[in-house]
């Protein structure tokens, strides 16, 4: 049996009984109690920038609907921070903010004086600031991140990080896998309700996911990867992508939730760049990408002669074996459609049988 569960789709809600006239829900009557919650951002780049209009956006609204106050405390770059300042000269004369030299364990004393509710946000992707994770959680400081760094970097410190969770804090990182979808709490409750897990696959990438569904020998490979460059679809250095390797920290993420003791070195990654490529600067890179033109040529009519789909695949079995590489599927497999936005992925388990896909909306 195969049940397919669509994660990006909302529950359906219970139809409420109609309500007499003038009936007002107790949150419409009653204030919500207050709360704040301070917030630090570290690394306002391009995602850090996006978080940070969010808040501003948001801040309105749980403040009135929810009595949380989100108070923004500062926000730090690689060589600067922002703090409230507490200099009455530097007030005056910059009106209560200020920038000095970037030190990170002055800016999370900053954000949570007073031992104040406090959350740090690292949209930084910097090994420095994920090794001090399990400081900062065991000092009460709540960490959340898009990076995949600390997920998937040294498996100490993710034991680490777990540990020091245990004094309250939380750390949050569902953004690493899949675009924000829910599908590590989707697996997340599917073993903590009993399940066994027998296996992960999918389309951890929505770059090469674009990329496979464009590359229709309508065009040569490298005109495609520049206009997805173009457009923001892959990271700054596409090689990042191209290599396999950021497909391949999503599945040691996803392994590591489900109980796997696996690191990035444990996958089998087979990379879509010829060695030549990969010493060259990003510009020179991008001049010489006409290099992958060939070899992606060949994949296509291996596709097209079996009658199937190109599809980028990254895999764990029940054994614990990782793998990430550029397959042939048949046309009718769940990866086969060609979407728009066609991030997937679904989980084997015993107790359902089932095989959840989550379509990125």
Known sequence: MEVTVNVSAPPL??????QPPGYLPASATSSPPR???AVGVIGPGRVGSALLGQVRAAQPRL???????LQLRGVATRQRMWLDSDDPELDARDGAQTWRPTDLEVFADHVRE????ALLVDCSASEDVA???PLWLAAGIHVVTPSKLAGSGPLDRWRSIRAACAHGARFRYETTVCAGLPVIQTLRDLLDTGDELLGIEGMFSGTLAWLCNRHDGQQPFSALLREAHALGYTEPDPREDLSGIDVARKLVILAREAGRALSLEDVEVESLLPLALG???????????HALDEPMAAWLARAQTANGVLRHVGNLDRDGRARVRLTVLPSNHPFGSALESPVRAHA????????PHAPLP
């Open 63 to 69: 403040q009135r609907d929810m009595g949380l106050k």
């Open 35 to 37: 709360r704040t919650l």
């Open 348 to 355: 084997l388990d015993r107790q359902r049988g089932a095989v």
């Open 13 to 18: 809600a219970e139809p409420r009984p109609a």
């Open 131 to 133: 090794s001090r994770y």
């Open 114 to 117: 007073d031992r104040r509710a």
């Open 279 to 289: 010493e060259l600067s990003v510009v020179a890179f991008m001049q010489h990408a």
